[in-house]
T-cell receptor
Framework: EPEVTQTPSHQVTQMGQEVILRCVPI?????FYWYRQILGQKVEFLVS????????KSEIFDDQFSVERPDGSNFTLKIRSTKLEDSAMYFC?????????????FGPGTRLLVL | AQSVSQHNHHVILSEAASLELGCNYS??????LFWYVQYPGQHLQLLLK??????LVKGIKGFEAEFIKSKFSFNLRKPSVQWSDTAEYFC????????????FGGGTRLMVKP
């Protein structure tokens, strides 16, 4: 069964550094998402992406964050200048075809630790 | 904005016990409802979903959930749990006028004792 994959599985960085989290969505999917889960808190929506542009974003997704689909397979989340509070598990997800209400399939996550 | 509550944060059961995990959401319009499961060391996997039709939906591994619109609830059930059901369970809602974002509950950590 096709799966969403994410790299790296763990990332440790210094405050103020840039990080790029990578995701390979399921190949025929058209909608891509990033969520995050701070330790002990709920999974929170960050952004959704369709047709090479952001379709929705939450209040969390400020100017420090950006997303990109640099080629036909990867979907990336960049944090320009990391803060301590960016430490979290970041999940990528993708969903199928034309309906906005399709199931979202999640990757295994990248655990980001900002020191 | 919609919100999702899962009232049980931790549940401990013995094998063969019945399970019911509560999920309530706050949103007055049309919603899609999901239960995801995260087994230790693994990613979030879809357990079951409700989009429309029969409010009693059946998912994988013997799980089912019932959508009760009047109670804004979507509780997850399983008649007889197994040790392998030990995992964290997340309820999630997608409100139809809120785009395609999922709003998650806080999760319920289930431990099944053998």
């Amino acid at each position: 069964e096709p799966e969403v994959t994410q790299t790296p599985s763990h990332q440790v960085t210094q405050m103020g550094q840039e990080v790029i989290l990578r995701c390979v969505p399921i190949s025929n999917h058209l909608y891509f998402y990033w969520y995050r889960q701070i330790l002990g808190q709920k999974v929170e929506f960050l952004v959704s992406f369709y047709n090479n542009e952001i379709s929705e974003k939450s209040e969390i997704f400020d100017d420090q964050f950006s997303v990109e689909r640099p080629d036909g397979s990867n979907f990336t989340l960049k944090i320009r200048s990391t803060k301590l509070e960016d430490s979290a598990m970041y999940f990528c997800a993708s969903s199928d075809t034309t309906s906005l209400w399709e199931t979202q399939y999640f990757g295994p996550g990248t655990r980001l630790l900002v020191l | 904005a919609q919100s999702v509550s899962q009232h049980n944060h931790h549940v401990i059961l013995s094998e063969a016990a019945s399970l019911e995990l509560g999920c309530n959401y706050s949103y007055g319009g049309t919603v899609n409802l999901f239960w995801y499961v995260q087994y230790p060391g693994q990613h979030l996997q879809l357990l079951l979903k409700y989009f429309s039709g029969d409010p009693l939906v059946k998912g994988i591994k013997g799980f089912e959930a019932e959508f009760i619109k009047s109670k804004f609830s979507f509780n997850l059930r399983k008649p007889s749990v197994q040790w392998s059901d030990t995992a964290e369970y997340f309820c999630a809602v997608n409100a139809h006028n809120a785009g395609n974002m999922l709003t998650f509950g806080g999760g319920t950590r289930l431990m099944v004792k053998p």
